[in-house]
């Protein structure tokens, strides 16, 4: 019992900055209509919105740099001392976005440092994902890595279902006049105050066995180096990671843009559908990545991507045909079915099909880069797409094309017993 106890207590230790990581990103997405009127004032609302979501994407653009930078200081002085490193720099991002004054006082000074903030984000979230998933994979007991790693994602969950019920509440205390001049501001200011929390949490942690044991620490041009080498490797678990970004980002931080704007549904019921999706993405992660320790990662990658194809741009096209807050929340019920299904394996298996001396640069690099290239740009591709198509199911095809990808990259990546024997190396002592 007091091993179970322990176990519980460093996963939540570690995956407290991933949380808070999430609630901002959450926060910001959901208020992207009042940021926009903020900080990017235009005739157009279609061009204040995309500028504000141009914005919410550009973070991800910082991703990959983060990535390797800071992922590279984590394979060679370790994954606790990085975590504290990457908190810190969220932290001033988000202290940046919550106290900046808007266009009609700053002016074009507003917007940049709101720039500025997020970039910040997004350099500290390059490797905020992949550092926690590591250690997850690294104190994970044998037989129960996928549960263990699922964690991460699940702790993301728990991050939206807490930002939507706050927007929940806001709602119902403050006017949307009110929401729209300052309230929006709330959330981001609840998380400055989580911050010393989590970092009294963090710095609690301690390093990894693995890590500990290991001889030889990579400098920065080994790791380079060494990512070079296998950026085959990191362009498929790249291709892997898109479908999961995409999935999750559609379903959570542009459920409130696509409700409002799309479907003609209060703030409240898209938010209300929000949390539902957090709760439902909560469950089904680490069930999901349980299921992946007894069935393999594969079954579940091929499985999910197939069913996402065949299903996402028809469940959006009767939505929009039909659309109400029952229908909205069936559909993302589902979604939420297939990304679960699909990150509770995914996560897992890309902290495996990586080289344990890059492993952490290697993980944050692919999954940066898709998150750079397709994921963080969700919610403005299905805003264009929505636009140029005329089409409200638009963010269907997204979707499918994602799905698609994903597909591509499981059948190459775990071809033959290419995995299973990289899996099988990495556990070997002589390898570490």
Request: hydrophobic share 50%; charged share 10%.
């Amino acid at each position: 019992m007091a091993s179970s106890t322990g176990t519980g207590k460093a996963i939540f230790r570690v995956v407290s900055g991933n949380f808070l990581e999430m609630f901002d990103f959450m926060v910001f997405g959901f208020y992207a209509t009042a940021i926009a009127k903020t900080f990017f004032p235009s005739e157009s609302a279609f061009a204040s919105l995309m500028l504000a979501l141009a914005t919410f994407g550009a973070g991800f653009l910082m991703r990959p740099l983060g990535a390797i930078f800071l992922g590279a200081y984590i394979d060679r002085h370790g994954r606790r001392k990085g975590l504290i490193i990457t908190l810190a720099l969220m932290a001033m991002g988000t202290v940046l976005i919550a106290c900046v004054p808007g266009y009609s006082t700053l002016g074009v000074a507003a917007p940049l440092l709101v720039l500025l903030g997020r970039l910040l984000q997004g350099f500290s979230a390059g490797v905020e994902l992949g550092g926690v998933s590591v250690y997850l994979a690294e104190i994970a007991t044998p037989g129960r890595k996928g549960f263990f790693v699922s964690w991460q994602s699940a702790s993301q969950q728990a991050a939206v279902v807490f930002a939507g019920l706050l927007g929940v509440g806001l709602n119902h205390w403050l006017s949307p006049a009110e929401m729209g001049e300052w309230g929006w501001r709330i959330p981001f200011l609840i998380g400055c105050m989580i911050v010393p929390v989590i970092f009294v949490i963090r710095k609690s942690m301690q390093e990894t066995p693995e890590f500990e044991a290991r001889k030889h620490h990579p400098t920065l041009r080994e790791i380079v180096r060494s990512v070079g080498q296998n950026f085959g490797l990191v362009l498929g678990g790249m291709a892997l990671v898109i479908m999961t970004t995409v999935s999750f980002y559609l379903i959570t931080a542009y459920t409130p843009t696509f409700g409002k704007a799309e479907l003609n549904l209060t703030d409240l019921q898209a938010l209300l559908v929000t949390v539902c999706i957090g709760l439902s993405n909560f469950f089904w992660l680490p069930v999901m990545g349980s299921l992946s320790d007894k069935i393999g990662r594969k079954p579940l990658l091929l499985g999910s991507t197939i069913l996402a194809i065949l299903t996402a741009y028809p469940a959006l096209s009767w939505l929009v045909a039909n659309p109400s807050f029952s229908h909205l929340l069936m559909v993302e019920l589902w979604l939420s079915f297939l990304y679960g299904s699909y990150n509770g394996a995914m996560v897992v298996a890309l902290t495996e099909i990586m080289p344990i001396e890059v492993r952490t640069t290697g993980f944050s690099l692919a999954y940066s880069l898709a998150t750079a290239t397709f994921g963080g740009f969700t919610p403005a591709a299905c805003t264009y797409l929505i636009h140029v198509l005329d089409n409200k199911a638009a963010p269907g095809l997204w979707l499918t094309g994602a799905a698609v990808l994903g597909l591509i990259a499981t059948v190459v990546l775990f071809r033959g017993n290419q995995h299973q024997l990289r899996t099988a190396q990495s556990a070997v002592p002589g390898n570490a």
